[in-house]
């Protein structure tokens, strides 16, 4: 006789990742199984904890098979604010349940979601240079150009065959600092790009290639860091560059659509976005080349939708993966089901403490990751090592050492 599978507790955990929090959430039900979801609170985030502990009780008491009835009745009663961290609140819920069901019945979620179309995953380096400036946390550190010709080297060394990097700064000595307006670093809300970023962006893409090679793609992310002026400025400046896509974030899919038509490059977009009503206008306007599907957000199983519905207007899709090992495994169970799917992101770089706060760490084999056949999402966190690494008490985007002022 099938268990039933009916919740018994909610609950919310969190450790340090050293300069942001690993967050997750743990549905137990009476028949003992644990399924597990990882969810974030640094992108820009803040509140979803509280948001899961203020509806988790209308879970209690439901069977965890029934997801879909589940999310529609917490839909329901968060319908007039649904959207922001409420969604991601329900997509953190959805992916818990998925595991929970699962396990239930004895299966990866792979075969819960419809069956691989793929054993393993393509993936690319993400926040190549970005997170080795971080001197404190990740070894080798990168303070110069230097440093980004060696990571670069890194790539196609061990293996990989792609990257992703962003828009940097260089000072007289070759000396490297971010420049991601978009998230107030600087502070500028006037997000213009100006020639000094075209100048740099030019020479960090070209030290790139040429130290990773003709083979290594290499994929540029602009985030918010501009306007459709602005963007417009950065596509012909990288008009000659042999790039894989250019990332955009706007929030105007016509905008977005004018300068797909004019770049020569490429266009990928969407890692913000929640829910397919949301990603429609993208489609529709055929603003992008591949909509990138935020799954933690989303909750893998609506995350589907989102991708059924860009296959039905010949788009790609590719998971946004910027979180811990469990994440990474959520989005591989939804990249190997998905037929259009063009590339997935992950993390190389790692602190010291993943392999311990996780029971599996994601295998990678010649720029792929191999999809794992254990039950469920195939790991989840060690409680025991959760709490040898309190979390951060500020975190992320809202971490700010210094607040711009202005005078009065």
């Known amino acids: 006789m099938q268990k039933k599978a009916i919740v018994a507790e909610v609950k919310t955990l969190s450790c340090s990742n050293s300069f942001r929090n690993y967050h997750f959430l743990k549905i137990t039900t009476a028949d003992g199984i644990v399924g597990w979801s990882e969810y974030d609170e640094n992108f820009g985030s803040p509140g979803v904890t509280a948001v899961i502990n203020q509806i988790g009780h209308r879970i209690v008491g ?47 979620c792979h075969v819960m979601l419809g069956g691989k179309v793929r054993d393993k995953i393509r993936v690319y380096w993400s926040h190549c240079v970005a997170y080795r400036m971080r001197t404190e946390h990740f070894s080798p550190g990168i303070v110069d150009l230097d440093g980004v010709r060696r990571i670069a080297r890194d790539v196609r060394d061990d293996g990989y065959t792609a990257l992703k990097t962003n828009i940097f700064h260089y000072d007289e000595n070759d000396r490297i600092e971010a420049w991601s307006p978009g998230f107030g670093r600087p502070h500028d809300p006037s997000r213009n790009v100006e020639r000094k970023t075209l100048k740099n962006l030019r020479r960090h893409l070209e030290a790139m290639r040429e130290s990773a090679g ?33 990332e955009i974030d706007t929030l105007d899919p016509k905008a977005l659509a004018y300068l797909r038509a004019n770049s020569p490059h490429p266009i990928s977009s969407c890692e913000t976005l929640l829910g397919l009503q949301q990603f429609l206008p993208y489609f529709q306007n055929q603003s992008v080349d591949v909509a990138i599907i935020d799954t933690p957000w989303n909750g893998v199983w609506q995350s589907l939708k989102i991708a059924a519905a860009a296959e039905a207007y ?63 999402w195939g790991t989840e966190p060690v409680e025991a090592a959760l709490a040898k690494y309190p979390p951060l008490e500020r975190t992320g985007m809202i971490n700010r050492t210094q607040t711009p002022k202005l005078a009065i």
């Open 62 to 108: 439901q069977s965890a098979m029934l997801h879909e009835h589940i999310r529609e009745d917490l839909r329901n009663m968060t319908r007039p604010a649904f959207g922001g961290v409420i969604g991601q609140a329900l997509g953190a819920i959805e992916n818990a349940l998925l595991d929970a069901k699962a396990k239930t019945l004895d299966v990866p």
């Open 214 to 246: 003709p083979d290594i793609d290499i994929l540029l992310d602009l985030n918010f860091n501009g306007r459709t002026e602005g963007f417009m400025e950065i596509l012909r400046e990288t008009r000659d560059l042999d790039l894989f896509w250019v």
């Open 314 to 376: 010949e788009v790609n899709v590719a998971p946004h993966n910027f979180y811990g090992h469990l994440c990474t495994l959520m989005n591989a169970h939804f990249s190997a089901v998905v037929p259009n799917l063009r590339i997935m992101e992950t993390d190389i770089d790692r602190i010291s403490w993943d392999a311990e706060v996780f029971s599996h760490a994601p295998e990678y084999k010649d720029g792929y990751l191999i999809l794992p056949d254990r039950p469920g």
